[in-house]
T-cell receptor, first 112, second 114 residues
């Protein structure tokens, strides 16, 4: 069975701090895809990144970076120099059986 | 602006009413999805359409009836809903219904059942 665990329910930091959101997954598939989505208060889930199981390169996009480690089944997300606009709920998700399996989400609050 | 448009944004209905949620995308995507999201919970998959045919129904009660009239449009017909059906209903689309395709979500419809 597919499972995604986001152990951090809520995180609160002060603006400009770096923050890392953890994601641990379980799957028996050898080929799978991992995703991160952001959900601001407006409700829409915004796609941030997709990573396939054969690509363990870390990725950086502006202030966002992702660390994929197959050995520990983790796909962590770091925001550098956080901003108030980063406040949202962040979901890690695993594609399994052609369905997205979401973690419980981490509510991130960036305080000015 | 989201490329998946959902209407209405908010809906309040009684348990005996019939209403419909609408979702539209013009990205040429051939897979469309309905999700239900309760407060402080992740989205839960309800239905998947692939090439306008229903391919997944996650054992959703029959008071929810999906419809895909064409490749750009997805409806969710509601009838005799219960208070526990109050939630955010999200529509999503992806190029195809395969694992590596990211899903693009709309803003959702916030549904309240009186």
């Amino acid at each position: 069975a597919q499972k995604v665990t986001q152990a951090q329910t809520e995180i609160s930091v002060v603006e400009k701090e770096d923050v890392t959101l953890d994601c641990v997954y379980e799957t028996r598939d050898t080929t799978y895809y991992l995703f991160w989505y952001k959900q601001p208060p407006s409700g829409e889930l915004v796609f941030l990144i997709r990573r396939n199981s054969f690509d363990e390169q870390n990725e950086i996009s502006g202030r966002y970076s992702w660390n994929f480690q197959k050995s520990t089944s983790s796909f962590n997300f770091t925001i550098t120099a956080s901003q108030v606009v980063d406040s949202a709920v962040y979901f890690c998700a695993l594609e399994g059986a052609q369905k997205l399996v979401f973690g419980q989400g981490t509510r991130l609050t960036i305080n000015p | 602006d989201t490329e998946v448009t959902q209407t209405p944004k908010h809906l309040v209905m009684g348990m005996t009413n019939k209403k419909s949620l609408k979702c539209e995308q013009h990205m040429g995507h051939r897979a469309m999805y309905w999700y239900k999201q309760k407060a402080k919970k992740p989205p839960e998959l309800m239905f998947v359409y692939s090439y306008e045919k229903l391919s997944i129904n996650e054992s959703v009660p029959s008071r929810f009836s999906p419809e895909c009239p064409n490749s750009s449009l997805l409806n969710l017909h509601l009838h005799a809903l219960q208070p526990e059906d109050s939630a955010l209903y999200l529509c999503a689309s992806s190029q195809y219904r395969v694992s590596n395709q990211p899903q693009h979500f709309g803003d959702g419809t916030r549904l309240s059942i009186l």
